[in-house]
């Protein structure tokens, strides 16, 4: 025959530890996405030419329940409006399917200067020092084509590891401080 023991308090104080932790896994969960939400952030602003102004690149939670976390690090188009521009470039082939200028915003043209397109005056969020033409009564700025310089994929691309080592970190620590 077998006979096992146990110490009903050991017993009461594991299941107190249990509750415990499946009170609060999920908002130390929250903290470690939005840890990672912060620091993919911070890369992007780092490799952002220009303004490294936090407004132009936003951190919001999408979706929290109890089974899942879901945020996201993105721009907004009323804030930073030439984001895409600067992510993918304008383009040299000007592809009106591509991420550069799209027609029903600018008239794109390619000769022997290189590859430019027109942007419409009252488009323009600031006054440029390009040139001016008129079309059709019409005031466009002369814009030429630039290069992408990618700040947003390189930062995604480059942080998810430590990402996934920040919600760990969290995570690892609520077990630390309840399990002791």
Request: charged fraction near 30%; avoid cysteine.
């Amino acid at each position: 025959m077998i006979s096992a023991d146990w110490n009903k308090d050991s017993l009461k104080s594991f299941e107190k530890k249990m509750e415990t932790i499946i009170k609060k896994l999920p908002e130390a969960t929250k903290m470690g996405v939005n840890d990672s939400l912060k620091n993919t952030q911070e890369k992007a602003l780092k490799n952002k030419r220009g303004n490294k102004d936090k407004n132009l690149i936003l951190i919001e939670f999408m979706d929290i329940t109890t089974t899942r976390i879901v945020g996201r690090v993105y721009t907004d188009r009323n804030t930073f409006d030439y984001a895409p521009y600067l992510e993918f470039g304008t383009g040299t082939k000007l592809d009106p399917t591509g991420p550069g200028p799209k027609p029903e915003h600018t008239q794109a043209y390619k000769d022997s200067n290189g590859a430019w397109w027109l942007l419409p005056v009252n488009k323009a969020n600031k006054k440029l020092n390009n040139k001016v033409v008129n079309i059709d009564g019409k005031l466009f700025y002369v814009m030429f084509a630039t290069k992408p310089y990618p700040f947003m994929r390189p930062a995604s691309f480059s942080s998810r590891q430590e990402n996934a080592d920040l919600v760990n970190e969290r995570v690892g620590k609520l077990l630390m401080e309840v399990l002791k």
